[in-house]
């Protein structure tokens, strides 16, 4: 049974989103003191955070970013501002979608098992961890790290399988369309832009572990890891 926390200041949409959880076997939890929503995520160990952008004192992106600094858990905006650009801030900021208002709840509900399918459904404490190595950089995709010498970095759940799926074909274009594939499930409601956001965060982390050149960009065809390898055509 998933715990998720609701971080949204309207009280019917919240009540509404509480009572669809637990119908369907979720432990669904309200924030109630939107000045201590950090201190709510750590108490209740949540698995995934509902999170709207216009909150009291501190906004969405803010919190976002505060959770994102203790959990890789998955974080899904729910917000009636549906700009591009409040899309790109959410994941730049770190969360994993973003869902506009007004919203059909089972969408909302089909969202939420995804995401927990893809960030716990195919693990078991009782497996030996999965690594996958490609020219010393090597990615725990169960904990969302990567390691390159001594040095390692954190990934969100999005991040790591962008990653894993690029890792897995070193040398190798990956079409952008492939990408979306494995990061989203229905991937034709997505911005274009979506993806390059993630390219471009990965690439950030690569960098501070010493890789900037990792991930390559193939104009008009995807991406392709190419560290160390020679280019397969």
């Known amino acids: 049974m998933h715990s998720i926390l609701i971080v949204e200041d309207d009280a019917k949409i919240a ?4 009572a669809q959880l637990n119908k369907y076997g979720f432990t669904a939890h309200r924030a109630e003191d939107f000045d201590r929503v950090l201190e709510a995520f750590l108490a209740l160990r949540a698995d995934l955070v509902l999170l709207d952008v216009n909150l009291p004192k501190y906004d969405g992106f803010y919190w976002c970013r505060q959770i994102r600094a203790h959990s890789n858990c998955p974080i899904l905006f729910i917000s009636a501002r549906d700009s591009e650009m409040d899309q790109v801030m959410a994941l730049e900021n770190g969360a994993d979608d973003y869902i506009t208002k007004p919203f059909h709840y089972e969408v909302v509900m089909a969202k939420i098992r995804s995401h927990l399918r893809r960030a716990y459904g195919s693990y078991s404490a009782r497996q030996e961890e999965r690594t996958i190595e490609a ?4 990615l725990f995709p169960e904990r969302f790290v990567i390691k390159l010498g001594g040095l390692s970095a954190e990934l969100t759940q999005k991040e790591a399988v962008l990653l894993q799926a690029l890792m897995q074909k070193p040398g190798r274009v990956v079409s952008r369309e492939r990408l979306l594939d494995q990061l989203w499930e229905d991937h034709h409601f997505i911005d274009d832009n979506t993806l390059n956001v993630y390219v471009t965060r990965i690439r950030k982390k690569l960098k501070e572990l010493g890789a900037p050149e990792a991930v390559e960009t193939v104009r008009g065809a995807g991406y392709r890891f190419n560290l160390g390898q020679e ?3």
């Open 15 to 18: 009540g509404i989103l509480q």
């Open 135 to 138: 020219a010393g950089l090597t």
């Open 231 to 233: 280019p397969v055509l």
